[in-house]
């Protein structure tokens, strides 16, 4: 089966091929303990499931990289592979193919995909928007470039981790809520580890980007914060889930129910264990370890609700990203 998912934003198609079949994952070996129910913990020597996981380089999906690290997947019966994704917009089309079995969207990449057709669900909350997590939004101007309020945007090229991402239309609505229309701004993809790159070699004029990334840029001196614009929208709705097909849920609820008890279990930790928490970060996102120590992670919240995806739509729909009628009652797996 071939399915197309057009972005709204941009014109952009994607087309993901996928097995008929749907099975997404595959077990190490063979044979299985008759006495147990094939996952949770306590299964001392039985088969682990293989899953695929994506997220990109922040610490929103904190929860599983904690989860991998302290042997927590492992023990609820899952042998997990996370892998690290560039752009947040490829996570649905690698999700559908079967590449991976559970990606981390932003919300607004989730809600598109979701818009143009494909059939994914959200079965764990992976992070949410506070003060802290607000403070570590940016948006970092070149050397030169003389940025002091929402309309010295216009006629930049402002580069985004990802268009129709999370950063990318908050950022949106924070040039609407100031007067300025987003279509006066250029934006261009442009990855986390590359914006000091990008800036530095004036291939764009600002970029939108997060901690320890800020810091990293200012220390280079290749840029300066010219708005903490998430600051001044203070939400508190979530960033990013973890997402699956809803068919993959389907066919797999035991090992949904092991993952979603992976994630509770490694959630308090990536919220009270700040040492074990950039351990992890740092170890997935290949940064600096003394870099990522400097900022506390996003908070990990595995509790979700469609009722939560509310703004978002409302946001997307200001933004004319949204084409159809959205179900939130659907959107989170039971």
């Known amino acids: 089966m071939i399915i197309r998912f057009v972005d709204n934003q941009v014109g952009r198609r994607w087309t993901c091929r996928k097995r008929e079949d749907d099975v997404g994952f595959s077990w190490i070996s063979s044979h299985r303990d008759r006495n147990s129910d094939g996952f949770g913990a306590g299964r001392a020597g039985a088969d ?45 089309p690698a999700i559908v193919s079967d590449s991976i079995q559970i990606g981390g969207p932003t919300e607004t990449v ?40 929402a309309k010295d945007f216009v006629g930049k090229k402002v580069g985004a981790p990802g268009i129709g991402a999370f950063l990318h239309v908050l950022f949106r609505k924070w040039l609407i809520d100031n007067g300025v229309d987003p279509k006066s701004v250029n934006f261009v993809e442009v990855t986390f580890p590359t ?6 070699s004036s291939a764009v004029d600002a970029v939108l980007t997060v901690e320890p990334f800020v810091s990293r840029m200012k220390a280079a001196g290749v840029g300066d914060v010219a708005t903490r614009y998430a600051a001044e929208l203070a939400r508190t709705d979530p960033i990013i889930s973890y997402v ?4 993959f849920a389907k066919r797999n609820p035991e090992a949904i129910k092991a993952f979603r008890a992976a994630i509770e279990e490694a959630a308090p930790i990536v919220n009270s264990d700040r040492e074990k928490a950039s351990a992890s970060i740092a170890k997935f996102t290949k940064l600096p370890i003394d870099i990522v120590r400097l900022n506390r992670p996003n908070l990990a919240t595995p509790e979700l609700n469609g009722a939560e995806f509310a703004w978002w739509v409302d946001t997307m729909r200001q933004q004319d990203m949204l084409q159809s009628s959205i179900n939130l ?3 989170v797996l039971p």
């Open 48 to 92: 682990a499931l293989k899953l695929k996981i994506a997220c990109t380089a922040t610490s929103d999906c904190a929860s599983a990289m904690v989860a991998r690290d302290e042997g927590i997947f492992a023990k609820h019966g899952l042998d997990v592979d996370l892998t690290l994704i560039a752009i947040n917009t490829n996570i649905p």
């Open 110 to 149: 989730f809600l598109q995909a979701v818009d143009g057709g494909l059939d994914l669900v959200a079965v764990e909350g992976a992070s949410v928007m506070d003060p802290v997590a607000n403070g570590a939004v940016a948006a970092v101007a070149r050397k030169g470039v003389t940025i002091k309020d």
């Open 195 to 200: 914006m000091s790159d990008a800036l530095k």
């Open 244 to 247: 699956s097909t809803r068919a």
């Open 329 to 331: 009652d659907a959107l």
